[in-house]
């Protein structure tokens, strides 16, 4: 007997966001045999010895669970990193959690830490993930802008979006979208707001190493007061140029990372053995490593956006990461999807229309994203195609 079902069977939660716009926007590159300078993953090899490590890691059978919320070795190495690098001593085992990439860490924190009803202060334009995580973990996403052209907040304004609701404030640190640097006067002023209403900072710092012109990285959990409140969300995606490994990890107090782990076990049981072994590699590295990463990225940087201003878009020059948010009022296009369609359709460049990244998807009506983090000769024949636009 055929019925009509009488329910849609689809949560409420489900129906308050969409799809990634970003990873469509890879499909759409695909489908048109574009250059795809939309999402944000390496076209070039991983290092050579970092591979090794994971081949070996195969070869020696370290193909089983590791530990749920991690293996020793990886939760030891990034210790002794968060020493040196951050000057912050954590214990590997009551403060580190390894994640099925930053994205699962991002997600389990905020599930671990956050109640239905409560709010989640977040920067727009915010990492796509952001919002839909803040509803998946029942709380109320409460925006506040950061202004183009230096992408900088009102101070106001953030003390407005603070209340006895907010349980939590997310920070992405360098910045996705933007390429943005918080500074460490706009890091003090969020702990400062953060103390006075006991919330808790998530900072997304994945990008820590991809900073150009001088620029410095603070983690808030370096400010004082605010260790025992800060969930620093990570991963080796970035830095070592792996982001299909998904090896990520959350850094929080033992109580936090508690509650975490518990989360996270029932997520998605643990990271590959293998690949975390191959982590606690790289982890090991020089230091020197870090600067030419840093280095290799900026003369990238330093290729693609005279292309880009030379084309007509308007531009903010990124300090970190390896995006650049554009505006593309000059070109005449009605909002941003279908310029960005147009460019990927016509042009073969695929961009992320601006309007995924705001609550409001009219506020990025006249702007999109690239990123810059492939080969010279891909960001060339980008730059060759880009040429043909008029502005």
Known sequence: MVTTARRAHVSEKAGRFTESVIREMTRQAL?????????????????????RAAVEAIDRDVNQYAITWGARDLRQALAQKTAWHLGLE???????????????????????????????????????????????????????????????????????AFSERTKAIVLCNPNNPLGKVFSRQELQLIADLCMEHDVL??????????????????????????RERTVVVNSMSKTYSVTGWRV????????ITAAIRKVHDFLTV?????????????LSLPREYYHHLSADYQARRDLFMPALEKAGFG?????GAYYVMT???????????????????????????GSSFYSRPEDGANQVRFCFCKRDETLLAAVEKLSKLSA
Not at 138 to 157: I, M, Q, S
Not at 201 to 226: N, P, R, S
Not at 315 to 319: A, G, Q, R, T
């Open 327 to 353: 505006d593309i009022s000059r070109f005449g296009f009605r909002n941003d999807v279908e310029f960005a369609m147009h460019l990927v359709k016509e042009v073969g460049v695929a961009c992320v229309p």
């Open 248 to 255: 990520g990890y959350c850094i929080a107090p033992p109580h």
């Open 90 to 160: 954590i214990d590997p085992e009551r403060e580190v959690t390894v994640t099925c990439g930053a994205t699962e860490g991002m997600i389990a924190t905020l599930m671990a830490t956050v109640d239905p009803g409560e709010e989640v202060v977040i920067f727009e334009p915010f990492y796509e993930n952001y919002a839909p995580d803040a509803i998946l973990s029942g709380a109320r996403p409460v925006y506040v802008r950061l202004h183009a052209p230096d992408w900088t907040f009102d101070p106001d304004e953030l003390r407005a």
């Open 201 to 226: 900072c998530i900072t997304d710092e994945i990008y820590e190493h991809i900073l150009y012109d001088g620029a410095e990285h603070v983690c808030m959990a370096q400010l004082e007061g605010m």
């Open 31 to 51: 489908a048109h045999g574009a250059v795809n300078l939309a999402q944000g993953f390496p076209d070039f090899g991983a290092p050579d010895d970092i591979k």
């Open 270 to 282: 643990g990271a590959a053995a293998p690949l975390q072994a191959a982590g606690a590699y790289a």
């Open 315 to 319: 531009i903010s020059v990124p300090k």
